[in-house]
């Protein structure tokens, strides 16, 4: 049975009319975090240490394909596009009913688990089939098992005051996972050389597999704080709550009990689409999530083709970790900000405004490098060149065009990215929080199997060898990206779903 400890003291007091005006009112969006439960704090601490671990692997991963796997550009993007996004998704979707079924913590242990067998095989091998099989393949099941967790503990830990700054400090933490991430991606190169070599104990580990043994490192990191979190405990308004965690299948051998929790899930998975298939509200958020999509495309890219881009044109051992932490820098400051004052709006209204900020930054790449050429070379190019990234000689125009594009999505991005989370935790019924969650994933899909094409783009726009037309490249994104916010828009009246606790008009 359910038990209910008694209030903190915070929650005994009266709440009375939330102050709305001046920095009183300002300060005090974020005050409502103030008595949460510790498992709040250590769902942020836990997104963090999983983000600094994936994000590591994510920016190696297409550079590790070809260099030390072998894989042209075509065959890198692929493999990571229409390979692991289909499998993300799809473990993702089973993850959400496996953590309904299994409880958070369970949950956690073993998608932790199965990421340190296969971050291991990734460091420590190089035969092609082996760290295939072995590692990239299950690593996809390990992290799908986290995605939709920290979702769900986001709501689960967070009373209904505290669930919007909730979403917003949750992604505030992810983007300072990022920022780590990217330093240790740049000071690794920095230090081996783009193609050199850790030799540990007589092993040779190439700079690309060293970066896969930090984010190893981090992994370790999860075991002890995911055994603070306490078995079935629940924030609500009244209190802090324990439930018994849900054990299916609780006899039996290991393997078999996990593989009928495998099955039932699976089973459940295809159940809740039964049930939506024949609502018409899914085909809406359905529709809402395939055009998001769109902007996760550009996300998504700058793992999959900034890298490649970014050595090519700006040589190797480019700051490009440095470079992409200006987007995490300006999302650990506006994400908390302008989740406080954006809080009566609605998600939709969020995503709408900073999607079409996001699809107009991408043209900045777009335009001529000769534009940026002047620029480049006055106080700010070399501010940003010399005194950030630490570059020597003459600043290309490509890092201020950077920089400019990045700055701009970032602003967009504080504005959308995490109100579509919140929008899918929004409408889902109580006690498929962790399901529903999972579907706010699907837009991970649709830009994945878009940044496919990114080899062929890279081969064609920017190849290793030859003459290189990058604008052109980075005008398809674009024209890729302003989808969403068009069809946002153009399709509102026939795709909006009502968020609970707001009305459908804010």
């Excluded at 915070?10 to 939330?18: C, F, M, N, R, T």
Aim: one cysteine or more; proline letters at 5%.
């Amino acid at each position: 049975m359910a038990q209910i400890t008694p209030p903190t003291p915070a929650l005994e007091e009266p709440l009375g009319p939330v102050e709305t005006g001046g920095l009183r009112g300002f300060v005090a969006k974020f005050t409502v975090l103030k008595g949460a439960q510790r498992e709040l704090w250590l769902t942020f601490a836990i997104k963090l240490l999983i983000i600094c671990a994936y994000s590591i692997t994510n920016k190696t991963l297409i550079l590790w394909l070809s260099s030390d796997l072998g894989f042209s550009d075509q065959a890198a993007g692929a493999l990571v596009g229409w390979v692991w996004a289909p499998a993300m998704t799809v473990f993702t979707l089973l993850a959400g009913s496996l953590t309904d079924a299994l409880g958070l913590r369970r949950t956690f242990f073993l998608g932790v688990t199965i990421c340190l067998m296969a971050r291991a095989v990734m460091v420590f091998t190089t035969v092609k089939w082996l760290a295939l099989a072995g590692g990239l393949f299950p690593l996809v099941i390990g992290e799908a098992l986290g995605t939709p967790v920290l979702i769900a503990a986001a709501r689960r830990y967070s009373t209904t005051r505290q669930r919007s700054i909730s979403f917003s400090m949750i992604y505030m933490v992810m983007n300072v996972g990022y920022l780590i991430a990217g330093t240790i991606f740049d000071y690794v190169r920095h230090s081996l050389g783009e193609y050199g070599y850790l030799n540990l104990l007589g092993l040779h580990i190439t700079t690309y597999r060293t970066l896969f043994l930090a984010s190893l490192g981090f992994e370790v990191l999860l075991f002890p704080t995911i055994y603070f979190l306490r078995r079935g405990a629940e924030a609500t308004d009244e209190g802090i709550r324990f439930n018994a965690e849900p054990v299916r299948h609780a006899t039996g051998a290991l393997w078999n009990r996990i593989w009928l929790t495998v099955r039932d899930s699976a089973i459940d998975t295809v159940a809740l689409f039964k049930r939506l298939l024949g609502q018409s509200g899914f085909y809406r958020l359905l529709a809402f999530l395939l055009l998001i999509g769109f902007l996760k495309l550009i996300f998504l890219q700058m793992d999959y083709v900034f890298p490649k881009f970014g050595i090519r044109e700006l040589g190797n051992g480019a700051p490009i970790g440095h470079l992409s932490n200006i987007n995490y820098i300006l999302i650990i400051i506006l994400v908390p900000v302008i989740g406080a004052l954006t809080q009566e709006y609605s998600a939709y209204r969020m995503v709408v405004v900073g999607g079409a900020i996001c699809a107009a930054s991408v043209f900045v790449m777009a335009l001529p490098t000769m534009w940026f050429q002047r620029p480049a070379q006055g106080f700010i190019g070399q501010w940003i060149g010399h005194g950030y990234l630490g570059v020597q000689g003459s600043i290309h125009p490509y890092y201020l065009m950077i920089a400019i594009y990045i700055s701009i999505f970032s602003i967009g991005e504080a504005f959308y990215s995490p109100r579509v989370y919140e929008y899918a935790a929004a409408i889902a019924p109580k006690g498929q929080e962790a399901s529903y969650g999972a579907l706010s994933y699907i837009p991970f899909l649709i830009g994945k199997l878009l940044v496919g094409t990114g080899g062929w783009l890279l081969a064609a726009f920017c190849p290793a060898q030859g003459p290189r037309n990058s604008g052109r490249m980075w005008l398809i994104f674009a024209l890729a990206a302003s989808i969403a916010p068009i069809g946002l828009v153009a399709l509102r009246r026939y795709i909006r779903v009502p968020e609970a606790g707001r009305e459908q008009t804010s």
